[in-house]
């Protein structure tokens, strides 16, 4: 479902967690929402999943408003930090609430999620590892298909295994059930070749967004003798630098040219793509 924000202000008492956002995401991709802490994220992904009213501006997924819009509402999930299963009883029973809750929930699909992260149904959800409760989270997002399904750091408690196998069902399943996601997170580095498009935001404003390979293609690598490296380099924005003997590497911000990319080559210096991790802290880490 395409998604509208427009002018989004969110306050908590003096805090403005959302100052004038503005933004449009077309629907049936995967999209990575990106900000130091207390950006914002949680407070619009709250928003966008109806949990909060914005105190100003306009949200509308799929053409609605989203606030107290029951229908709507049914086709979004939004699996938040702890999972939202806590309270409900065992996994079964939480499962169970979940296709109660959920128009697309794929009964099947959930069973061979527990299989995959080692949950039992029997288990009662309190008595479970905070690793487990966020692969509930994990099953109970997937498994319902909502055509906007959101997670917030939802599987930040699963541990490495777990968290790259998330990242495989999640693939495989919006591949073969395309809609729209998007997943906020800080560990960008093992996400971020999932993000179609990132979003980053910083203190409730937005600072990007655009294409994952057009912001990543606006960082290079830039690796040979030092002085050239230098040479190279001057005038640019240069996010770091490490030197090993002769041989410097320096990570560059901004666009680099045809022409530019032609020079490097002729200085005898190799251009190689930077860690979308690096562009994000240039891109918000300099603001405070
Ligand atoms: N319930 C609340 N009451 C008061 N202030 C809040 C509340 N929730 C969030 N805030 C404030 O709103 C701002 C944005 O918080 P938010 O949780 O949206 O950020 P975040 O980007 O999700 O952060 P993190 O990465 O740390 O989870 C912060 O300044 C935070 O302190």
Do not use: C
């Amino acid at each position: 479902m395409r998604i509208e924000v427009e002018d989004l202000v969110l306050r908590y008492g003096d805090v403005t967690a959302l100052d004038r956002l503005t933004l449009t995401l077309e629907e049936g991709k995967i999209y990575g929402l990106l900000g130091r802490n207390g950006s914002g994220k949680t407070s619009l992904l709250s928003i966008l999943a109806a949990f909060r009213r914005q105190t100003a501006g306009d949200v509308r997924i799929g053409g609605q408003p989203v606030f107290e819009n029951g229908r709507l509402t049914s086709r979004i999930s939004l699996i938040r930090d702890a999972g939202e299963t806590v309270d409900i009883g065992t996994a079964e029973d939480a499962l169970y609430f979940a296709e109660w809750l959920r128009p697309g929930w794929d009964a099947d699909y959930a069973r061979s999620l527990m299989d995959l992260f080692g949950l039992e149904p029997k288990k009662n959800v309190k008595e479970m590892s905070k690793g487990q409760r966020s692969a509930m989270g994990v099953v109970v997002g997937l498994a319902g298909r909502a055509p906007l399904t959101m997670f917030d750091e939802s599987y930040l408690g699963m541990d490495a295994p777990s968290r790259y196998a998330f990242y495989d069902a999640l693939l495989a399943d919006y591949m073969a059930h395309p809609r729209t996601i998007i997943l906020s997170t800080h560990l960008i580095e093992e996400v971020s070749s999932l993000f179609e498009e990132v979003v980053i935001i910083d203190r409730g404003r937005l600072v990007v967004h655009e294409e994952s390979q057009t912001l990543l293609s606006r960082g290079a690598a830039v690796t040979g003798p030092a002085a050239q490296v230098d040479a190279f380099t001057g005038g640019l924005t240069v996010l770091g630098a490490k030197e090993l003997g002769p041989t410097k590497s320096a990570m560059v911000y901004g666009d680099l040219d045809d022409a530019r990319r032609r020079k490097a080559a002729e200085s005898g210096l190799e251009l190689g793509p930077i860690a979308m991790q690096d562009l994000f802290v240039h891109l918000t880490g300099e603001s405070r």
